[in-house]
């Protein structure tokens, strides 16, 4: 299972970055991404890093804000989060993923807890 860690309040603005990792296997060979869901909103893949040729694709609402990455050991997935804003205010998740059609997608439905990202003034 992965599980998130990072999140916290920030003001609009703001930065944070969220930590992915797993117990017992290395991320290195799998395609690792994140997805939010918002209160009374469907959960939404907003980031994926591939697990072969570290290929990234984002959902157009976090684009150009959102970096997700590997760190050295190739034991954590990271997502840097710039310019928050209240709307990405959600519980964010790791899980595996792929990309389809432009969109990330979950290729295994295990969401572990999540961490709560709250933007607000």
């Known amino acids: 299972q992965l599980q998130a860690s990072g999140g916290g309040l920030v003001q609009p603005g703001g930065s944070l970055r969220l930590s992915c990792s797993a117990s017992?296997?290395?991320?290195?060979?799998?395609?690792i991404g994140w997805f939010r869901q918002a209160p009374g909103k469907e959960r939404e893949g907003i980031a994926c890093?591939?697990?072969?040729?570290?290929?990234?694709d984002y959902s157009r609402s976090v684009k150009g804000r959102f970096a997700i990455s590997r760190g050295a050991t190739k034991t954590t997935v990271y997502l840097q989060m710039n310019s928050l804003k209240p709307e990405d205010t959600a519980v964010y998740y790791c899980?595996?993923?792929?990309?389809?059609?432009?969109?990330?997608?979950?290729?295994?439905?295990?969401w572990g807890q999540g961490t709560q990202v709250t933007v607000s003034s």
């Open positions: 899980t595996f993923c792929t990309e389809v059609d432009g969109k990330v997608i979950a290729t295994y439905d295990n």
């Open positions: 890093i591939s697990g072969h040729d570290e290929t990234t």
């Open positions: 017992g296997f290395a991320l290195a060979d799998y395609g």
